[in-house]
């Protein structure tokens, strides 16, 4: 079971964690933890179904093929091109469910119609008449050869599964076939994947689908486990109906300058990886788009001015140059504990950095080990300011004065309650008011 976390309004938890609020002033060994880390699924037509499986880039350009059966630069895998822009480590989840291909000697690994193009040729060893040298092609390209004296002897390889039952015979090449991919994904797959997602650490979930019913799943999934669990992400969604700093909506649509049929909302998968792949003090206001997609940016001034109010994460063209119009997030609805400053996304990872650090630092070194007395509290207190004179090093926060950290013994003998007071995130220049006064 996980360590509780979360929001608090008091303090009454019963799991032992760290629950943690961030707000904003009404207005009249502490290290930092790195970014890159994204969670999406794909609908593809090769690799695992039914688990959430890390792919890092240097994998994904490296191993593409055996991961997700075709190479780098292949049509299908410009969602994958898309995320790793910027993205290091992405959580994958293949979405449906389909039929493995099959032949007399071995399965494919994965079910997808790409075991359709794999096949078995089995040749007599020309050292060791007694012997086979069992090949397995990809598009008619060799990935593995076994040299066995029976099928018993054979080990699976990245794309198939043998048989050990078989009986070997000289065959020039034995097609595997009835490879399928799922015909229609459901919410339930979209359900599967939130579910066992639970269980991973990451700072952008992205959510690919286009029905509303889907994409307020994704919604309240983030909301509950922000709130409730305290795993601290950003959702990015495709026209999402949200008032939450946890949410980013994006709505340029996309084409491709090659590839058809490419998916009207394939930007977000950029968007995901780019804000997993942001620094913490740094900001993707005025960002280029690297893509590979074209993006509708065919807006007036006045158009741009609108979304901008209505909480949307717009690109825009600058001089031919496609271009993030503003780092925010969907956050509609302000008050006095949540100002102005949480529609800012640098605001968001700034603050999900802290919670998250404070969290690892507090459950991996504290929870069950340090006395709550006045040492063990201030232990505690000296590895949050830490935490923050990191922040303060990169530029992330600035004028931080440790005493504005109180770290002080909560309700009951078990509980600590810890407080930063006003606290000053830096935000990158946006806006430029300028006055030539000419004598």
């Given at each position: 079971?996980?360590?509780?976390?979360?929001?608090?309004?008091?303090?009454?938890?019963?799991?032992?964690?760290?629950?943690?609020?961030?707000?904003?002033?009404?207005?009249a060994?502490?290290?930092?933890?790195?970014?890159?880390?994204?969670?999406?699924?794909?609908?593809?037509?090769?690799?695992?179904?039914?688990?959430?499986?890390?792919?890092?880039?240097?994998?994904?350009?490296?191993?593409?093929?055996?991961?997700?059966?075709?190479?780098?630069d292949?049509?299908?895998?410009?969602a994958?091109?898309?995320?790793?822009?910027?993205?290091?480590?992405?959580?994958?989840?293949?979405?449906?469910?389909?039929?493995?291909?099959?032949?007399?000697?071995?399965?494919?690994?994965?079910?997808?119609?790409?075991?359709?193009?794999?096949?078995?040729?089995i040749?007599?060893?020309?050292?060791?008449?007694?012997?086979?040298?069992?090949?397995?092609?990809?598009?008619?390209?060799?990935?593995?050869?076994?040299?066995?004296?029976?099928?018993?002897?054979?080990?699976?390889?990245?794309?198939?599964?043998?048989?050990?039952?078989?009986?070997l015979?000289?065959?020039?090449?034995?097609?595997?076939?009835?490879?399928?991919?799922?015909?229609?994904?459901?919410?339930?797959?979209?359900?599967?994947?939130?579910?066992?997602?639970?269980?991973?650490?990451?700072?952008?979930?992205?959510?690919?689908?286009?029905?509303?019913?889907?994409?307020?799943l994704?919604?309240?999934?983030?909301?509950?486990?922000r709130?409730?669990?305290?795993?601290?992400?950003?959702?990015?969604?495709?026209?999402?109906?949200?008032?939450?700093?946890?949410?980013?909506?994006?709505?340029?649509?996309?084409?491709?300058?090659?590839?058809?049929?490419?998916?009207?909302?394939?930007?977000?998968?950029?968007?995901?990886?780019?804000?997993?792949?942001?620094?913490?003090?740094?900001?993707?206001?005025?960002?280029?788009?690297?893509?590979?997609?074209?993006?509708?940016?065919?807006?007036?001034?006045?158009?741009?001015?609108?979304?901008?109010?209505?909480?949307?994460?717009?690109?825009?063209?600058?001089?031919?140059?496609?271009?993030?119009?503003?780092?925010?997030?969907?956050?509609?609805?302000?008050?006095?504990?949540?100002?102005?400053?949480?529609?800012?996304?640098?605001?968001?990872?700034?603050?999900?950095?802290?919670?998250?650090?404070?969290?690892?630092?507090?459950?991996?070194?504290?929870?069950?080990?340090?006395?709550?007395?006045?040492?063990?509290?201030?232990?505690l207190?000296?590895?949050?300011?830490?935490?923050?004179?990191?922040?303060?090093?990169?530029?992330?926060?600035?004028n931080?004065?440790?005493?504005?950290?109180?770290c002080?013994?909560?309700?009951?003998?078990?509980?600590?309650?810890?407080?930063?007071?006003?606290?000053?995130?830096?935000?990158?220049?946006?806006?430029?008011?300028?006055?030539?006064?000419?004598?």
């Amino acid at each position: 079971m996980a360590l509780g976390g979360g929001n608090w309004l008091t303090q009454n938890k019963v799991l032992p964690g760290s629950y943690i609020n961030f707000s904003s002033v009404a207005k009249a060994s502490a290290t930092l933890s790195d970014r890159g880390y994204a969670a999406a699924p794909f609908v593809l037509s090769w690799g695992p179904e039914g688990e959430v499986f890390p792919v890092t880039s240097g994998e994904f350009q490296k191993n593409s093929k055996a991961i997700f059966g075709y190479g780098y630069d292949h049509p299908k895998l410009l969602a994958l091109r898309e995320i790793f822009q910027h993205a290091t480590t992405v959580y994958c989840w293949r979405l449906g469910n389909g039929e493995k291909a099959s032949c007399t000697y071995a399965d494919a690994k994965y079910p997808g119609v790409r075991g359709n193009d794999l096949s078995i040729v089995i040749a007599s060893n020309v050292d060791d008449t007694s012997a086979w040298d069992v090949s397995t092609y990809l598009d008619g390209q060799c990935v593995d050869t076994q040299t066995v004296k029976a099928a018993t002897d054979l080990v699976a390889n990245d794309y198939v599964v043998f048989k050990t039952s078989a009986t070997l015979e000289a065959t020039a090449g034995t097609k595997l076939t009835g490879g399928a991919d799922d015909a229609a994904v459901t919410g339930e797959d979209h359900q599967a994947f939130l579910d066992k997602l639970e269980a991973y650490a990451f700072n952008t979930l992205c959510c690919p689908a286009t029905e509303s019913t889907v994409v307020n799943l994704y919604v309240k999934y983030t909301q509950r486990m922000r709130d409730e669990v305290g795993a601290k992400f950003q959702l990015v969604a495709w026209k999402p109906s949200a008032d939450y700093e946890g949410v980013i909506g994006v709505w340029n649509t996309a084409t491709h300058a090659t590839i058809a049929n490419v998916d009207t909302q394939a930007v977000v998968y950029w968007t995901t990886g780019a804000h997993a792949g942001v620094a913490v003090n740094k900001s993707l206001t005025n960002a280029k788009y690297d893509g590979e997609l074209i993006l509708d940016t065919e807006y007036t001034q006045a158009a741009l001015e609108a979304a901008l109010k209505a909480g949307k994460f717009m690109f825009h063209n600058v001089n031919g140059v496609t271009r993030v119009l503003e780092d925010i997030n969907t956050l509609l609805t302000l008050s006095d504990t949540k100002g102005e400053v949480f529609q800012s996304n640098q605001t968001i990872r700034v603050c999900d950095q802290i919670a998250n650090d404070t969290a690892v630092l507090f459950n991996t070194r504290y929870v069950g080990t340090v006395p709550n007395d006045a040492s063990g509290r201030a232990s505690l207190w000296g590895d949050v300011v830490k935490l923050i004179q990191e922040l303060e090093k990169i530029r992330a926060v600035e004028n931080f004065d440790p005493d504005t950290v109180t770290c002080e013994q909560g309700d009951k003998k078990k509980a600590v309650l810890l407080t930063i007071n006003g606290l000053n995130i830096i935000n990158a220049m946006a806006q430029l008011y300028m006055s030539v006064i000419i004598q």
